[in-house]
C-alpha cells in the first residue's frame, strides 16, 4: 500500500486552542472572584459611631468641638492661623482639659488636600487626642 505525501490534506491540521483559553480564564475569573469575598478589607482603626434617633448628652456642644482645618500643603490651622505640631499637641490637651466631653473636628474641604494628607494627619490626631477625632464632611453643591 502506498501513501502520498506529497499531497495537501483537504483540512489544515492544528490545535484550536480558543476552547483552552476560555476554560482558563474563566477559573481564572472565578478564583479573583472567590479571593476577593474571602479577604477582609483593610481599616484605618477608625470606629465610626452607631446612628441613633434620639441624641444623648454625651454629643459634645460646639464650643467643646476644636476644629482643624488642612490645606493644601498640609498645614493644620485653627481659627486661619497656621499651627505647627507641637503647638498642636499643645492645643489639643489644653481644649481638652478645658472641655473634658470636646472633640477634635478635622475639616479638609480644601480641593487640593489628597486623601493621603487627611489619613496621615487622622493617624496624628488619633496618637494626640486619641478616640475623640471626628472629620467634618460637607454636601457636595447642587445636591
Sequence with gaps: MQTRFDQPS???IGINILPLLDVVLS?????????A???TPTRLGITLPKETKNPDKTTPLRSELLILTLDGAGNARIGGAVV??????????TH??????GMVVLNA??????????VE??????GIAGERVA???????GK
Design 10 to 12: 483537504p483540512t489544515p
Design 84 to 93: 505647627t505640631k507641637a503647638a498642636l499637641e499643645t492645643k489639643i490637651k
Design 37 to 39: 469575598g474571602l479577604v
Design 109 to 118: 474641604e480644601d480641593s487640593e488636600v489628597t486623601y493621603k494628607q487627611v
Design 96 to 101: 481638652f482639659i478645658n472641655y473634658p466631653q
Design 27 to 35: 477559573i481564572l475569573a472565578f478564583f479573583v472572584l472567590a479571593s
Design 121 to 126: 494627619f487622622l493617624q496624628e490626631l488619633k
Design 135 to 141: 472629620i467634618a464632611t460637607a454636601r457636595a453643591e
